[in-house]
């Protein structure tokens, strides 16, 4: 990444920020102020997880001696049932016990399945909103938003109540145009279609007969280099829909 210059030596601004060019050729304007701010934030989160471990190591010097944690849980349950067969014989505390466990378990499975549904609730909402309403599809790709989805939707996860984008290897996708921050819902899509190896039938065509103009009198649609896919409008969204579903 290199500082870009003016034929005058100086350097290009953008919203009184510098610009950068990446290796790709992708500019972007550097936020200084922003970047130190994000360190700082880092820094003190880094400091917070560092008390909290120094916190724990002091909590679990109370248990120093003990070789054997699973002997000493067992220990404890017997002097506890040893001390309850006062009042029950010891057979009717382990029925007590079960009958505890089952409806305990119950109320539990009953509160994972509504955490479920919560869950698939605010995936559709964030993950499905965020597609249908995304400007990039809208502006540069040539397929319905539901598609979009369907290619890219298993990259994006819920966290902290925001969607979140991760790469074909499992990596954030963090943004570029502020460092340290993990990209919005617009910009992850967008590098992730330039890693898509068919965008080239699901980009916009900048041609003459591409985003929906009409095809002039005579000669029918021609695929272009690219590997545009030729034929009526029905014909080339059900082979992209064949290709996105095949990589």
Same mark, same amino acid.
């Given at each position: @990444? ?12 953008? $919203? ?22 994000? !360190? ?25 001696? !003990? ?5 000493? @849980?067992?220990? #404890? ?9 006062? #009042? ?22 009953? &509160? ?23 400007? @990039? ?8 938003? $539901? @598609?979009?989805?369907? %290619? ?5 996860? !819920?966290?902290?109540?925001? &969607?979140?984008?991760?790469? +074909? ?21 967008? &590098? ?36 545009? !896919? ?11 829909? &064949? %290709?996105? +579903?095949?990589?």
């Amino acid at each position: @990444m290199k500082l870009k210059l003016d034929e005058n030596g100086n350097a290009v601004l953008q $919203d009184g920020k510098p610009v950068y060019v990446h290796d790709d050729g992708k500019e972007v304007a550097f936020d200084a102020p922003g970047t130190v701010a994000t !360190i700082t934030r880092l820094n003190a989160e880094a400091k917070a997880h560092r008390e909290g471990k120094e916190a724990a190591e002091k909590s679990l010097k109370a248990f120093e001696g !003990i070789a054997d944690p699973a002997a000493a @849980m067992k220990a #404890l349950e017997t002097v506890t049932n040893l001390d309850q067969k006062k #009042l029950v014989d010891a057979g009717e505390i382990e029925k007590v016990k079960g009958e505890i466990s089952k409806a305990f378990q119950a109320q539990l499975d009953e &509160a994972n399945t509504k955490v479920s549904t919560f869950e698939k609730q605010l995936y559709e909402e964030k993950i499905g909103g965020a597609f249908s309403r995304s400007k @990039m599809i809208a502006d540069k790709l040539a397929i319905p938003a $539901d @598609m979009v989805q369907a %290619r890219f939707g298993q990259n994006f996860k !819920i966290e902290d109540g925001k &969607a979140v984008a991760y790469d +074909q290897h499992g990596n954030k996708i963090y943004s570029r145009e502020r460092p340290g921050e993990v990209a919005d819902f617009d910009e992850a899509l967008g &590098a992730l279609v330039e890693q898509y190896p068919y965008r080239d039938t699901i980009l916009k065509s900048s041609g003459a007969n591409g985003g929906g103009a009409p095809n002039g009198g005579g000669g029918g649609q021609q695929p272009s280099s690219k590997g545009d !896919i030729g034929g009526s409008k029905e014909e080339r969204l059900e082979a992209i829909k &064949a %290709r996105t +579903q095949n990589a």
